[in-house]
């Protein structure tokens, strides 16, 4: 069907497509494979409601060049091929274990000619950003990797026509590079490819090998957190909607790279990294929550129409915010920052990360629905809940280590890093008094030194503290006073001026002003 193979490709039939279901059953589909002859390709029964149809390469634009791009691909690395795709399983693959490592090392051991280009030179992309970590490679001439890059993201555009789950895997890779070009537009292309291919559907009983059902599933919302964190960065309604979306959570069978197959350490880090993937789809799905009930235009309309908007906020977010504190709670010990070894690059710090992503999400909103009319007790409730959360993730991020800063960071990453410190610019604009606003502004400043010195060791620390000074750079070289600087945001200078005491640092959920207090 649509597996990693080079001669034909299939697209989903959906409910309303001009194939009705109860016509296609009519077709005499083969006992084995559940094919039926097309007047163009043909069909598919995989599921009892579940349809393809199937074309051939051979009759698309573009499929005659693939050799030739597939060759050009290998030279330009050539002759360390080997090396970088060990260095790609190595360091990139058990956190985002999007491709089937051993079916690609199988293919890979016979011929670099049997991979669609854009997901080659995708591999080779990502590895090269690990050249240093190779002893073999290190002290070698590092090859050119704008040129691989040309090369990856116009073949993908060539092959999106006869899009295969390869197609998904090579967009998903080059999304992950620290300078991605428009990347809502690509991940946009993809949600649609991955609906062409069906990876929004539940795969769990269909007729296909065991494998691609895995596969599938990790594919599916690896999708689904692409598109969810690029609609919180980018500020867009996600594409993928909960009505439409059926893929199962993950559970240990999904993944088939079995650690036994492993050396000891890449065994602890495989498990590892099923652990972390398998805790971000979750805390994807919680992000994903946030954005429909609080960021959505209903939920923006419902909000201001509502006769309380910050009672109506707080009722939306409590039960969100209880599901993050048991999220947390129950992260595996080997999740944990204090878990990382000295020397073992780790990429927890990325999950972390887009932990307090998800909360200052949360909190932003919530801030926002304050107003001169609210509760004086609440605003200082709110605010002192906001600043608990802003002062952990900076701690977070002073807490960081070569090992996890050098290690793979999810696509969002520069993004978070910077919203952190926007978040701060938010508190800092709605201060509720001098001394507030001063606080503020004295950990906006700290957070920007502070990213501009990490960012000698990251290059996506460099382009997440760009970011920053796009968004909060011109707030802190105004002139103006504090005082008339916050005087010019219309919100809550009337409060009163003793709501600033900090709470303790997170992550001591023990604590009862932990949570916001919501309604019952």
């Known amino acids: ?74 030279q330009i690395v050539a002759p360390h091929g080997d090396a970088l795709i060990r260095l790609y399983f190595r360091i990139v693959h058990p956190s985002f274990p999007i491709l089937h490592k051993k079916v690609y090392l199988e293919k890979y051991s016979r011929t670099h000619r049997d991979f669609s280009p854009p997901l080659l030179a995708a591999i080779y992309i990502l590895a090269l950003n690990w050249w240093s970590y190779s002893a073999e490679l290190t002290t070698l001439t590092k090859p050119d990797v704008t040129e691989l890059e040309d090369i990856a993201y116009r073949t993908l555009q060539d092959v999106s026509h006869r899009a295969k789950l390869s197609t998904v895997q090579a967009g998903l890779l080059l999304l992950q590079r620290l300078g991605s070009n428009q990347a809502w537009q690509l991940t946009s292309q993809l949600v649609a490819i991955g609906q062409d291919l069906g990876l929004h559907l539940d795969c769990s009983n269909w007729r296909i090998p065991a494998w691609e059902r895995a596969l599938r599933k990790r594919l599916g919302w690896a999708l689904f957190m692409q598109d969810t964190w690029s609609a919180l960065i980018y500020g867009r309604p996600p594409h993928i909607s909960s009505m439409n979306w059926a893929v199962q959570p993950m559970i240990s069978s999904d993944f088939l790279d079995s650690a036994v197959d492993e050396e000891e350490d890449e065994s602890i880090e495989v498990e590892k990294g099923r652990a972390l993937f398998s805790a971000m789809i979750t805390l994807t799905t919680m992000l994903a929550e946030i954005l429909d009930s609080l960021y959505s235009l209903k939920a923006e309309m419902e909000i201001r129409k509502s006769y309380d908007s910050i009672k109506a906020t707080l009722n939306r977010a409590k039960p969100i915010q209880l599901k993050l504190r048991s999220w947390y709670a129950d992260i595996p010990e080997t999740l944990r920052m204090d878990a990382t070894k000295v020397g073992e690059l780790s990429s927890v710090g990325y999950l972390h990360l887009a932990y307090f992503a998800t909360e200052i999400t949360l909190h932003r909103r919530i801030l926002r629905s304050l107003s001169r009319n609210t509760d004086p007790y609440m605003i ?26 050098q290690s793979f960071w999810y696509f969002s990453s520069k993004f978070n890093f910077a919203l952190i410190g926007t978040f701060a610019g938010l508190c800092f604009v709605t201060s509720v008094s001098q001394e507030e606003a001063e606080f503020y502004q004295r950990r906006l400043q700290e957070y920007r030194w502070t990213l501009r010195v990490f960012s000698k060791s990251a290059e996506f620390l460099e382009i997440a503290g760009g970011i920053l000074e796009s968004a909060v750079g011109s707030l802190l070289k105004a002139t103006d006073s504090i005082e008339s600087r916050r005087l010019s945001f219309p919100m809550l200078q009337q409060q009163p001026e003793d709501d600033i005491a900090i709470e303790p640092s997170f992550p001591n959920t023990d604590d009862a002003s932990f949570d916001t207090p919501m309604e019952d």
Not at 34 to 48: D, I, M, T
């Open 1 to 74: 069907m649509a597996r990693l193979q080079n001669h034909r490709y299939a697209k989903y039939i959906g409910p309303t497509d001009e194939h009705d279901f109860a016509l296609l059953e009519l077709q005499l589909y083969d006992d084995i494979k559940g094919k039926s002859p097309a007047n163009h390709g043909s069909f598919r029964k995989v599921g009892p409601n579940e349809f393809f149809h199937q074309y051939t390469d051979s009759s698309s634009p573009n499929y005659a060049r693939e050799v030739k791009e597939l060759d050009n691909i290998e």
């Open 380 to 405: 200082q409730i709110c605010r002192s809940a906001a600043k608990a959360r802003l002062i952990s993730a900076m701690d977070f991020f002073n807490r960081l280590r070569p090992e996890h800063l």
